[in-house]
Nanobody, 114 residues
Framework: QVQLVESGGGLVQAGGSLRLSCAAS????????MGWYRQAPGKQRELVAD???????NYADSVKGRFTISRDNAKNTVYLQMNSLKPEDTAVYYC????????WGQGTQVTVSS
């Protein structure tokens, strides 16, 4: 089992940046994929970005060129660097570890004001 704890959310103006962190309770080296999802009020949870154990990344079209996912296996941490933020990026952001089972963090709120 893996516990995931997100941090780094907050309130930012449009055009600003935030970096989210997801700290895992155990080594993420062998976990198949780590990802970030988000859920806005009244909407379904959607994939933002993920990164495989081999470092291959995948992004939602809406964030390509603005967000960057990375992982530091030595620190058991995954990051999401978010630049050029837009009001439509406002959501609760969740960290996910995808292995034999899916594990989720508790979420961190990101609010982008116009």
């Amino acid at each position: 089992q893996v516990q995931l704890v997100e941090s780094g959310g907050g309130l930012v103006q449009a055009g600003g940046s935030l970096r989210l962190s997801c700290a895992a309770s155990k080594s993420i080296f062998s976990i198949n994929a780590m990802g970030w999802y988000r859920q806005a009020p009244g909407k379904q949870r959607e994939l933002v970005a993920d990164i495989s154990r081999f470092g291959r990344t995948n992004y939602a079209d809406s964030v390509k060129g603005r967000f960057t996912i990375s992982r530091d296996n030595a620190k058991n941490t995954v990051y999401l660097q978010m630049n050029s933020l837009k009001p439509e990026d406002t959501a609760v952001y969740y960290c996910n570890a995808r292995d034999i089972y899916d594990y989720w963090g508790q979420g961190t709120q990101v609010t982008v004001s116009s």
